[in-house]
T-cell receptor, first 116, second 117 residues
Framework: GDSVTQMEGPVTLSEEAFLTINCTYT??????LFWYVQYPGEGLQLLLK?????DKGSNKGFEATYRKETTSFHLEKGSVQVSDSAVYFC???????????????FGQGTILTVHP | EAGVTQFPSHSVIEKGQTVTLRCDPI?????LYWYRRVMGKEIKFLLH????????ESGMPNNRFLAERTGGTYSTLKVQPAELEDSGVYFC???????????????FGPGTRLTVL
């Protein structure tokens, strides 16, 4: 079955540092890929997505590129802020006939803490 | 527009008891999903409703779990009897139904933390 593997956390950085959170996947076909973020006390929010190979998703300074050849979707940000402290989840969803199934397969999550 | 709400936010019960979790999706969202995260591991899919019908319940762990969505509005997830391994955070999400070829973003609730002692 489909699976998603994220780099082990927690990740602790100083403000303005560069962030990379690795994500690789195993799936049949051409899934859509996502990064979700969970801030303390809140539900998961969609951070960015990519629906086909070589697409780049971006939002709030975060970026991730869908790499089919390496089955990866690494999350990056050039300069993190304290407010980026959260849990980040990589996920995929299979597409059937062009319509998203919707069912998400998640990685285990990476806790990010950013210090001033 | 109100977001997805879940009740209770936290529940502590003893092994063998029954617990019912509730999810209110965003108004107008036909799709409703239940997920579970156990002990800091990955979030796992449980099931998917389209309106009142179960579209996919392949992730339900066993017959101690019963999900319903009466009238296609709110949903409940009952665990009876609860076991220790049922502890975790239960998330609900909802999304619209639109045409083929479009991705329907799932909006998540804050989750219910279930502790079985």
């Amino acid at each position: 079955g489909d699976s998603v593997t994220q780099m082990e956390g927690p990740v602790t950085l100083s403000e303005e540092a560069f962030l990379t959170i690795n994500c690789t996947y195993t799936a049949t076909g051409y899934p859509s890929l996502f990064w979700y973020v969970q801030y303390p006390g809140e539900g998961l929010q969609l951070l960015l997505k990519a629906t086909k190979a070589d697409d780049k998703g971006s939002n709030k300074g975060f970026e991730a590129t869908y790499r089919k050849e390496t089955t990866s979707f690494h999350l990056e940000k050039g300069s993190v802020q304290v407010s980026d402290s959260a849990v980040y989840f990589c996920a995929l969803s299979q597409n059937a006939g062009g319509t998203s199934y919707g069912k998400l397969t998640f990685g285990q999550g990476t806790i990010l803490t950013v210090h001033p | 527009e109100a977001g997805v709400t879940q009740f209770p936010s936290h529940s502590v019960i003893e092994k063998g008891q029954t617990v019912t979790l509730r999810c209110d999706p965003i108004s107008g969202h036909d799709n409703l999903y239940w997920y579970r995260r156990v002990m800091g591991k990955e979030i796992k899919f449980l099931l998917h409703f389209v309106k009142e019908s179960k579209q996919d319940e392949s992730g339900m762990p066993n017959n101690r779990f019963l999900a319903e969505r009466t009238g296609g509005t709110y949903s409940t997830l009952k665990v009876q009897p609860a076991e220790l391994e049922d502890s975790g955070v239960y998330f609900c999400a909802s999304s619209r139904s639109t045409g083929a070829g479009s991705y329907n973003e799932q909006f998540f609730g804050p989750g219910t933390r279930l502790t079985v002692l």
